[in-house]
């Protein structure tokens, strides 16, 4: 019998294969299931969703232990591969070690870690926006690359330059730097409404290591154009929480206004849909197999 192939491997084969990776951000299994569902190649453990769905700010707030939880429920929910915003690996090269251990042992199949010193605060909020010396961050590059047990475990390194406001040629300088140092892909984080600053990246680079995108903010590109100027994997890294934020606040204010619920009820998915999210389905055959009585 065929033994399917692991997360990890999908994931490198996804990389090794011809288009743009597609991955939708999520902070629980059932977003997760929803981005699998939508046709998503891979989902991603946002660190900000995380955060934000337990109503606290993503600046390294939460523990190691509490990002870790959300990651595995949402390993567990979907069969496509899962990556892991770790953040800036949460402390040390020391931390690196252990945090990649046990992501690993989780069914994560990649982790992704910043070059900002702990404790991080999300890209988009002003202020603070430093990163640490280049020999440190590759130290926790070999760290983690050196703790995995699965060679197809992958380690991105993300390059925060941009965000800092260094520019091109600081981003350059540092991605080679955390190729050269083993990282098995580079994401180029940038800000504002231009996709330029990641195209002219995308432009420069001359190295096999694949380059993963986050147009939050330059919305306007598409996947397609992100391909074409060389990207390998898009990150849409929080759209499934504000979509829901806004949706949630929306059938809200509906119940508050007319005083029943009969307005939105053709609006939001009905229970069926949120049973068959749940794996009821596998409840009744539980029940079949199992319960019999007589
Ligand atoms: C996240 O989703 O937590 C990210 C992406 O790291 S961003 O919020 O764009 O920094
Ligand atoms: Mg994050």
Redesign the pocket.
């Known amino acids: 019998e065929r033994v399917p192939p692991t997360a990890t491997r999908r994931l490198r084969e996804l990389f090794e294969g011809p288009r743009i990776i597609r991955a939708i951000?999520a902070h629980d299994a059932l977003g997760a299931r929803l981005g699998e569902r939508t046709g998503f190649d891979a989902i991603?453990s946002?660190?900000?969703?995380i955060?934000a769905s337990h109503g606290v700010p993503?600046a390294d707030i939460l523990t190691m232990g509490e990002l870790l939880n959300a990651a595995r429920w949402i390993a567990d929910a979907v069969r496509i591969p899962v990556i892991a915003?770790c953040?800036t690996g949460y402390g040390n090269a020391s931390n690196v070690v252990y945090m990649t251990r046990r992501y690993e042992a989780a069914g994560i199949a990649a982790v992704c870690i910043?070059d900002k010193p702990f404790p991080k605060l999300?890209?988009?909020i002003p202020g603070r926006q430093r990163l640490v010396p280049i020999s440190e961050f590759t130290g926790k590059i070999r760290a983690a690359t050196d703790a995995r047990s699965d060679p197809d475990f992958m380690v991105i390194a993300r390059v925060e330059a941009m965000v800092a406001g260094l520019g091109l040629e600081e981003a350059t300088r540092r991605a080679h730097a955390y190729a050269d140092a083993g990282a098995d892909a580079v994401l180029v984080?940038a800000k504002g409404a231009s996709p330029q600053p990641a195209l002219d990246f995308l432009a420069a680079w001359d190295r096999p290591t694949p380059v993963v995108v986050?147009p939050?903010t330059y919305y306007r590109v598409s996947a397609a154009e992100l391909e074409a100027a060389g990207a390998s994997m898009v990150?849409y890294?929080?759209h499934g929480l504000r979509a829901g934020v806004r949706a949630v606040t929306d059938a809200f204010s509906e119940i508050r206004r007319t005083g029943s619920t009969e307005s939105i009820e053709d609006k939001i998915a009905p229970l069926s849909t949120i049973f068959d999210l749940q794996g009821v389905s596998h409840l009744r055959q539980h029940e079949d197999s199992y319960m019999r009585t007589g």
Not at 46 to 49: A, P, Q, R
């Open positions: 951000g991603w946002s660190g900000l969703e955060s993503d915003d953040d910043e999300n890209s988009f984080h986050v939050t990150i890294a929080n």
